[in-house]
């Protein structure tokens, strides 16, 4: 086998590597990794549907007319449990923990963090439990309190006009009898 020619290098020189010697090296590195990486997430998603089966005796007793909640496993770069729009149940660095997590308006809080399914699913149950209230205090609307209807007594407009009329009949008079005073 001869070896490829490489110009301006002397025999006691190491040989420069080839660039497709490298990508083939890289792409073997690369996939070495992807199933690595491939294989967490397959342990996360089992982790996940082994705590998805454990909260379906909390779901089979929501009422059917009660829509908050949309549980599914959704697969990703982070494999996660949603329970509804905003809470949902994420693993942790090591790929054991389970994170119990809420996004708000201020940002991500973690409502439980365990290694334990039975502690994460009594999390879930209390927090299904507080939106199940807090959808039912949001239906009751309280009657607004009215006031009576009294209707304001209507005034009579003739009472103005006779005011106005004597008024100016007044100034008229007046202005008359100062004419006359003056011109006497």
Known sequence: MSEPETSGTHPGQPRPVRLRDALLRARIEAADRTGVVVDLRDAEVARLEILNDALDPLFAQVPDQIDLFDRGISQGDTPRL?????????MGRDKRMYRFVQDTRFGRIVLAESHDTAVIVEAVTDYVARRMVERERAMVVPPEPQAPATVPPRRSRIWPFVFGFVLGAAALFGVAVLAALRSW
Request: zero cysteines; glycine letters at 0%; a negative charge.
């Open 82 to 90: 949603w329970i509804d729009v905003v809470a949902h149940v994420v």
